[in-house]
Structure formats: structure tokens, C-alpha cells
T-cell receptor, first 112, second 112 residues
Framework: EAQVTQNPRYLITVTGKKLTVTCSQN?????MSWYRQDPGLGLRQIYY???????DKGDVPEGYKVSRKEKRNFPLILESPSPNQTSLYFC???????????FGPGTRLTVL | RKEVEQDPGPFNVPEGATVAFNCTYS??????FFWYRQDCRKEPKLLMS???SGNEDGRFTAQLNRASQYISLLIRDSKLSDSATYLC?????????????FGGGTRLMVKP
């Protein structure tokens, strides 16, 4: 089944404890993105990647890192999480810029 | 001003009603537009792309007005299952062509 997967789906952590949210897609898509969704602010792009080893900042990259060492995986790294990073995170992928974008099921992160 | 704006609603309509949502965008360089549907606590899923000539898919019609910089979604004969949040998104024509910018979403509640 063609899909985007994320892990973990739910995570409660404490300020300053490094964490990684994994994202994987099995559709051989070139483009991958991370978004966060917050009430009243909608979906905002954190980082995106156009291909292996090619990444760029989105609208809200502060406090996040990404890597794209292989096409299928695009992990999101929070080196030192803070409470303002409590949010619902979505990974997404698509074949090309104008193609349909597929989202993962979301990761609900709480930073205490 | 946000690049893509929507009335958050909620729109409460009875079954069988026709309802329309508008979405305005401020970046005239946006090349393509989309409507996504998001159910509560789930990932967004593509509902339809929006073409300049307008397009229809069953009970759903999408329109793009570049002169006034808005896109619209019309839902005819509303069903209970149409209850969801509808997100409009615009694709910027930047260096990567990958920046999909979302509105905050419009919540629709269809009542029996």
C-alpha cells in the first residue's frame, strides 16, 4: 500500500531532551516536507527536501533540523525541544511540484 | 497578512444544502491551487485541484479567480459525511516550486 508513515504517533517529552520523528514513504517521491499544525495558525511548513541531500527551510524552521540521506526517509530532529514546539506534526511527500501531496498520519508532540 | 486566508467558520448547514467557501491569496506568483479535506485528528487529503477554467467532481466545484485572487469551493447537496475542515493551498512559484502554503481551514458541519 502506497503510504507515508511517521513514528512515533504520540510523544510526551521534557524540555531539552533531543528527539527524532521519523518519516518514510514508499512511493519513490522526490519531494518531502514537514509541517506543524496549530489551532488558529493552520499548517505551516518547517522544512522541505527536493531530493537526496537537498533540503531547504520552510516558514518556521527555527528549532528544527532535517536530513535526507536516502530518498524514502526524511527525519525531523528537535535538538533541544521547548514547550512552544508542542504541536501536531505532519510529514508529506509528492512526486513532483505540481503533483498531489500525500500526508502521513501525524505525530502529536507535547513538550513539558 | 497571511498568504492564504480562509474564514474559519464553522459553517453549520442542513443536509441537502449548498455551501460555498472562499479562500483569498496574497501572493500573485502562486501557480497552482488545491482544496484539501481534513477530518478531526487526521491528516489532510487532497479533495481536488483548482484549474483556471474551473473544475467539477460530482457534488464539488472549484473555481479560481486570478483577477480577484481567490479560489472557491462549492458543495451541492451536502451530506453528513461532508462534515470536516476544508483547507485551501497555493503552490508558490519559487526556486523549488515546492512551497505549498495552506490557509487555516474552514470547518463545515452538516446537520440532519
Amino acid at each position: 500500500e502506497a503510504q507515508v508513515t511517521q513514528n512515533p504517533r504520540y510523544l510526551i517529552t521534557v524540555t531539552g531532551k533531543k528527539l527524532t520523528v521519523t518519516c518514510s514513504q514508499n512511493m519513490n517521491h522526490e519531494y518531502m516536507s514537514w509541517y506543524r499544525q496549530d489551532p488558529g495558525l493552520g499548517l505551516r511548513q518547517i522544512y522541505y527536501s527536493m531530493n537526496v541531500e537537498v533540503t531547504d527551510k520552510g516558514d518556521v524552521p527555527e528549532g528544527y533540523k532535517v536530513s535526507r540521506k536516502e530518498k524514502r526517509n526524511f527525519p525531523l530532529i528537535l535538538e533541544s525541544p521547548s514547550p512552544n514546539q508542542t504541536s501536531l506534526y505532519f510529514c508529506a511527500s509528492k512526486l513532483a511540484p505540481y503533483n498531489e501531496q500525500f500526508f502521513g498520519p501525524g505525530t502529536r508532540l507535547t513538550v513539558l | 497578512r497571511k498568504e492564504v486566508e480562509q474564514d474559519p467558520g464553522p459553517f453549520n448547514v442542513p443536509e441537502g444544502a449548498t455551501v460555498a467557501f472562499n479562500c483569498t491569496y496574497s501572493n500573485s506568483a502562486s501557480q497552482s491551487f488545491f482544496w484539501y479535506r481534513q477530518d478531526c485528528r487526521k491528516e489532510p487529503k487532497l479533495l481536488m485541484s483548482v484549474y483556471s477554467s474551473g473544475n467539477e467532481d460530482g457534488r464539488f466545484t472549484a473555481q479560481l479567480n486570478r483577477a480577484s485572487q481567490y479560489i472557491s469551493l462549492l458543495i451541492r447537496d451536502s451530506k453528513l459525511s461532508d462534515s470536516a475542515t476544508y483547507l485551501c493551498a497555493g503552490l508558490k512559484n519559487n526556486n523549488a516550486g515546492n512551497m505549498l502554503t495552506f490557509g487555516g481551514g474552514t470547518r463545515l458541519m452538516v446537520k440532519p
